[in-house]
Every structure is written in structure tokens, then in C-alpha cells.
């Protein structure tokens, strides 16, 4: 049977700033009176993974005086999305839309954002491409692999056996990225540690992320994370098997209160506000945003039972420096095949476009994108 989405209405009523923009300067207060904010999830709020993410996120915006926030879950990659699209304009007054699945922006945004050129569209994946899309339409996004690279080197005082698991989706740029800089971040506290990854096949298979889990363990790996739309069979499997875990997309602590160590989160938050604020001024929204820690759009989750001090104090000082825009891929490096990646002496800015089209693993990654 197919599953129907529900619909959550719930307008602001609370008073004050907006809270905190990037770079910890205060917004000022977006006196959004009428403004209306849809956001669709393709799955469910509340699933410890993305969507639970973007939810996160749009419950702070909640907060900002005057906005109402409009959420449909479980909305499929389909033209069901474009349905939901109008109703949040033609019945709810939306002015503004993020629709925060890959599979959403073309055609269904796209298609949308042509239909309503007075209606701003915002994807959560770099997508938008100036010379061939809507310029009501964008996208946004966090560099996720920086949260990745704290974990790493908590992971690396944390592992007796050296042997790291990573648990992956699909061979693709931004997921590649994150278990390379997964990578980088244990072997700086522990040079010895390498990195097993198994690739699922798709973003959510729970069956195969309990299979996997179980054989990375099996395979001797003692700490695991992943990069899957919900890491929550991932961590669970994990925990009951008693070794320890790193988190993605959300909040995944309280699934794991033995083991978990600390996660990669995205902190959706940033940018929900400073485009309630801009639109509040009756500022041009920009077309195409995205950041790090120096920008606050990511962060890592409060440190579990499985972190210990030393684990705690080196994650810390890692995030710390990569605020300063300290880079994280410095040579020597070389791909697990041989391939120089960069050279001695030099190293890519952590900005660097090239790195969101990664289609190699570091050496010390153990696997194959094939």
C-alpha cells in the first residue's frame, strides 16, 4: 500500500533574535510577518538520518518571529512532489520552497520554478548551474566531509585494532570525499589506521547496512560509520555488537550510548535563517551557497561514551583549526592504486572544486569504487 504523507503546519509564535549567524554575529530580527516557508522531505522527519536533518532545521526557523514553516514527509521523487510544490504556493502563500532530496531538482523543481517565477526554489544538493537553470531556482549545501575529518581523528585514538569500517551508498563525488577525509582525520592521530569500505548499492537498504555492518566487524574493523540516508540500522547493529560508532547526517548518540564516539552532522539551521532574514529585507536571495565549519553550516554531534579525553581534546583542536580554514588534503597523497593525488609540499584548499568530484580512495582505504 502506498504510504501518504502528512502534512505539519505549525506557524512561529516565539519572540526575540533569530539566533546566531555565521561567523557568530547576530541576526537581526527578520520581521517576516506573512512570510511562508515549505520544505518536503522524502521520507520521514524523524528517521535519525537526512530528513531528519533538514527537520532539525526547520525547527529553528520556527522560531523566527512571523515565519510559518510548512513540512510534507514522505513525498516521492515523482511528480507527487510537484503536486505538493503547489499546494504549499497556491493554498499556503509560499514564497520560498526547499525540497531536500537529490532526485527532486530536475524535473520537478526545475519545472516549478518556471511555472512560479515569484516563488524561490532551493535544492540541498549543488545542482543549480547558472547558464541552464531557472534564476529563481539554487542550491545549498555543507562541506559534511570537514564533520567527517573530526571523526577521523577521534576514531583513530579510539581503535585498538587499527581497522576503521565505513559503510557507503554509492560510489559518487560528495560520498567519496567524505570517507577520504575520514581517512586524513584518523591517520593524523594515528598513522597506522586504515579504512574498509563497503558500498550498499543505494541510500537506503537496511538489510544490506546490517549485513555490512556485521561483516566489518567480522572483519575485524571496531569502529564503523557510514554515509547512508539513515545511519540508524548502521549504529544499532553496530552498538549490540560492541564496538564503537561515528554518525552521519544527524544526531545518532542516543541509538548508540555505549559506543557511539561523536558524528558528521549538517546544520541546516545557517542557512534556513539567513534566507528568512534576506527575504524578510527584500533581499535577492543568492542562487548558490555553500560552507563549512568557517561558515557554520556543519558541526560535529556532542561527544558519546565512546569518546575518551585524549579522543575528545584531539577532535576538538581538529575542528578548531579547519574554522581557520587549516586545509585537510596535504601531500604527499596518493590514491590506494598509486596515482599521486597531490604532491610534496603542496595541498588543496578545502573549498577546492575538484575535491566534490572525487572519484578515487586515499591510500589506506581499503576497497574498490568498482
Known sequence: MKQISRRSILKSTALG?????????????????GLTIGIIYVGPRDDFGWNQAHAVGAQALK???GVTVIEEENVPETVAVQKT?????????????????????????????????????????????????????GSYFGYIDQAHYVDGVAAGLSTKSNKLGFIAAKPIGTVIRNINSFLLGARKTNPNATVQVIFTGDWSLPVREAETTNALVDAGCDVITCHVDSPKVVIQTAEKRGVKTCGHNANQGPLAPKGFITGAEYKWETIYKQFAASLAKGEKLPNFVRGGFDLDYVQNTAFGAGASPEAI????????????KTPIYVGPLKDNKGKE??????????????????????????????
Open 313 to 324: 581534546k584531539a577532535a576538538t583542536e581538529a575542528k578548531a583549526a579547519l574554522v581557520a
Open 85 to 137: 510544490m503547489e499546494s504549499m504556493i497556491n493554498l499556503d502563500g509560499a514564497k520560498l520552497i526547499f525540497a531536500t532530496s537529490f532526485g527532486y531538482f530536475d524535473p520537478h523543481m526545475i519545472e516549478m520554478a518556471k511555472k512560479y517565477p515569484a516563488v524561490e526554489f532551493r535544492h540541498a544538493v549543488g545542482l543549480w548551474q547558472a547558464d541552464k537553470h531557472p534564476k529563481n531556482a
Open 17 to 33: 533574535a533569530l539566533g546566531v549567524a555565521a561567523g557568530g554575529l547576530p541576526f537581526r530580527s527578520a520581521q517576516a510577518a
Open 341 to 370: 593525488i597531490v604532491g610534496a609540499g603542496k595541498s588543496l584548499d578545502n573549498y577546492d572544486a575538484g575535491l566534490e568530484n572525487s572519484n578515487y580512495l586515499l591510500d589506506g582505504v581499503i576497497g574498490s569504487l568498482t
Open 63 to 65: 522560531a523566527v518571529p
